[in-house]
């Protein structure tokens, strides 16, 4: 919830656990929040001083747990510490590529009474970042950029982080390149722009997927260059010269080798990117470049129309659920196929706007996601697209969502399945499913249960009065919307295998199927 | 070999200066363990600051592996400045204590001869062994546990390298 609240409002959430199982129950949010930049503060209580280390009642080693999932954790020894500790962890957790931060807080030093005093300007000097870029790199980037031939743009989350989408569509749109984010850039150029592909990766869409391949300069800017993102990183632009602009120096050179590294602000960056090329730029008219982006554009949409189904899809679903959602809604999601088809079918305008879990992937994180949302953002409607299996793992927060009044949407792409894993079963392994079938309550009963409105809807126009609906509800509305076990997301790059192997549809799956099932008669025969 | 990295192994001295306080070893030890380096030796002590201590680590491992570790390291709060240290502008010292077999005189005469030449002491002696102290480059050492071994080595310990760069 406090990191859903922070990657909303851009400033820090704050959540609170007691000593031992509590503060171990903070771990999978904390690392949440670690492997997607989100600045969190997280203070547990510990066990009293004395006790420390000696296997107390509710004693956990938080600090030594948090070690690398934190930017840094603090355990203060005396009370006269925490005003200080306290500000150096904002001031940590705030400054340079987000993260969390822990504080832990030993009993006795909770109930400690002296005399404190609270310094105003604490200015913790070791937390200097290069905010500027190198103009001698920036003016490399420029170069490139002038001279290349199909420019392409990789914005990630920290595009948002460095709230740089409005430096992000000046160039994009000066240089005439078009732009995919990745996951945790989705909403940082707004999808229904004609230079947007949409998301990059195993998942990512048809045409982003194809044009990124075909660059010829790939400015890459706030993103890591994740093994979901690049698929087989040897195959990933192999060609193509690389500019990397990140203000983590450790995230330049990690995944790939790049041509010209830029430490900086992705938003100071971009704008002193701009201001070179704007100087010598000599507009091209006609652009080869942006015809064959237009060419994939269309064959993007034919595969994909000439998929007629009378059901209930999820990209119908999803689309539908945009065209009826206002502008500025905000979207969280859990994880596995539901994210995913959030991620590629749901255009996100606005940054900030798209909220999941992209590193840790972590089921379970989208209601709670929510709800912080919500705190941050109370006149903005917001929707977790949810997973029945992933919303089970923190469905109990419809509790507090109803006592402390915090309403939000759910829907339910209901498939009776780990949907993804599932998914995975079907295509790399026979269909032989193991553990992903799911028998789960009705989560009408729960909704109500919880003093919460539950939906079940089984069409386009029922869903459209359920949403109706949910945006004058005064409570959480929970829509299930019962989906086919048997739906794969496509496009999808099979695992260890490059972009170019990206799978699109689900004839092609088959093939690949048939011939996987060739091959290992052959293996037989 | 557009995407791949150069991966030629090579010996690297990184020279930390770090907070002095309880936990930064092992925030330091915690970086190494949880992105796969290998630590070759460490040592830790006191600096001309009370507040600070500075490590020295030496450890094995290609170009870009390096870099990124020392990129990793640099953003740990507890770190005020780390550096690569370069071995032909650096004054290396290590310091190591062996115990030899001495049985007889003639043992015990070569040893103390052997230790002479490379500006050993005999720090301990009892009836059937001899401890020495050398301090010097690890090649140095190297050289003298070399010689050394033809007695029979009976323990040993070395302190790990440290090192200072030179000059002002
Ligand atoms: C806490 C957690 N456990 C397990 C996984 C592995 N996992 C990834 S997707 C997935 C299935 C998700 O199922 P569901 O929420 O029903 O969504 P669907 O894929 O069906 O849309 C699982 C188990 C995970 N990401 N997080």
């Given amino acids: 919830m406090a990191d859903g609240y922070a990657r909303v409002s851009g400033r820090p959430g704050v959540c609170i656990a007691t000593s031992g199982p509590g503060a171990t129950n903070l771990v999978t949010g904390i690392a949440t929040a670690y492997m997607d930049s989100s600045p969190l503060i997280a203070i547990t209580g510990q066990v009293a001083k004395a006790a420390i280390g000696k296997d107390a009642f509710q004693e956990a080693d938080i600090i030594g747990i948090t070690t690398s999932i934190t930017k840094y954790n603090f355990q203060p020894r005396t009370c006269s510490e925490i005003p200080n500790v306290v500000k150096m962890a904002f001031q940590i957790a705030t400054s340079g590529r987000f993260g969390p931060v822990l504080i832990d807080l030993p009993r006795d030093v909770q109930t400690e009474v002296n005399e404190i005093i609270f310094s105003d300007n604490i200015i913790f000097s070791r937390l200097k970042y290069n905010m500027i870029p190198h103009p001698l790199q920036v003016e490399k980037a420029v170069n490139l950029l002038l001279n290349a031939e199909r420019p392409f743009i990789l914005a990630g989350g920290g595009v948002i982080a460095s709230n740089a989408s409005q430096q992000l569509l000046a160039l994009a749109e000066l240089i005439m390149a078009p732009v995919a984010t990745t996951l945790m850039g989705k909403g940082c150029f707004p999808e229904n722009h004609p230079l947007s592909l949409g998301v990059v990766g195993m998942h990512g869409s048809y045409e982003a997927n194809k044009l990124i391949l075909e660059a010829d300069v790939l400015l890459a800017v706030g993103c890591r260059f994740s093994d979901r993102t690049t698929c087989n990183v040897s195959e990933f632009c192999p060609d193509a010269k690389i500019i990397h602009v990140d203000l983590d120096a450790s995230e330049i050179g990690k995944n790939r080798k790049v041509d010209v590294p830029i430490v900086g602000d992705a938003g100071e960056t971009l704008s002193k990117i701009y201001d070179g090329v704007v100087k010598r730029l000599c507009r091209k008219e006609e652009s080869v470049w942006l015809n064959r982006i237009e060419e994939i554009k269309r064959e993007s949409e034919n595969i994909y129309s000439s998929i007629q189904e009378n059901n209930l899809t999820p990209i119908k679903i999803l689309k539908e659920l945009r065209e009826i959602l206002p502008n500025d809604t905000i979207v969280t999601t859990e994880v596995g196929q539901n994210q995913m088809w959030a991620s590629l079918y749901f255009k996100a305008l606005k940054p900030r706007t798209f909220i999941t879990s992209g590193g840790l992937g972590t089921m379970g994180f989208g209601f709670p996601a929510s709800l912080g949302a919500k705190v941050a953002k109370p006149d903005t409607p917001v929707l977790d697209i949810a997973g029945d299996g992933s919303f089970m793992m923190t469905s109990n927060m419809l509790v507090t969502s109803v006592n402390e009044n915090i309403p939000v949407m759910v829907v339910i792409l209901n498939n009776s399945m780990l949907g993804m894993v599932a998914q995975w079963q079907r295509l790399f392994y026979n269909r032989r499913y193991s553990a992903v079938k799911l028998v789960n309550p009705d989560f009408i009963k729960i909704s109500e249960a919880c003093g919460a409105i539950g939906i079940r809807v089984g069409s386009l126009e029922e869903l459209r009065s359920a949403i109706g609906q949910a945006l004058k509800n005064e409570v959480t509305t929970v829509i299930d919307i019962p989906i086919s076990p048997e739906e794969d997301v496509f496009p999808m790059v099979p695992p260890g295998k490059g972009l170019k192997e990206m799978i699109y549809n689900a004839l092609k799956t088959s093939s690949i199927l048939a011939k996987k099932s060739e091959r290992l008669k052959e293996m037989i025969d | ?168």
């Fill in chain 2, 1 to 168: 070999m557009s995407n791949s990295v150069n991966n030629k192994e090579d010996n690297y001295i990184v020279s930390i200066l770090v907070e002095n306080k309880p936990g930064v070893l092992y925030r330091i030890s915690n970086l190494f363990r949880r992105r796969n380096f290998n630590i070759e030796s460490i040592s830790v002590g006191p600096t001309e600051k009370k507040e600070f201590s500075r490590m020295t680590i030496t450890l094995n491992g290609d170009d870009a592996t390096v870099e990124q570790l020392v990129k990793q390291l640099a953003k740990i709060i507890d770190v005020v400045k780390i550096s690569l240290l370069n071995p032909r502008n650096t004054i290396l010292r290590e310091l190591a204590l062996i115990k030899l077999y001495a049985k007889d005189s003639r043992a015990r005469s070569d040893i103390l001869n052997y230790a002479q030449i490379f500006k050993g002491k005999i720090v301990d002696t009892t009836e059937d062994a001899m401890t020495i102290e050398v301090v010097g480059t690890p090649e140095k050492i190297n050289a003298f546990i070399k010689i050394a071994s033809s007695f029979g080595i009976k323990e040993m310990v070395r302190t790990g390298l440290t090192a200072l760069e030179r000059g002002g």
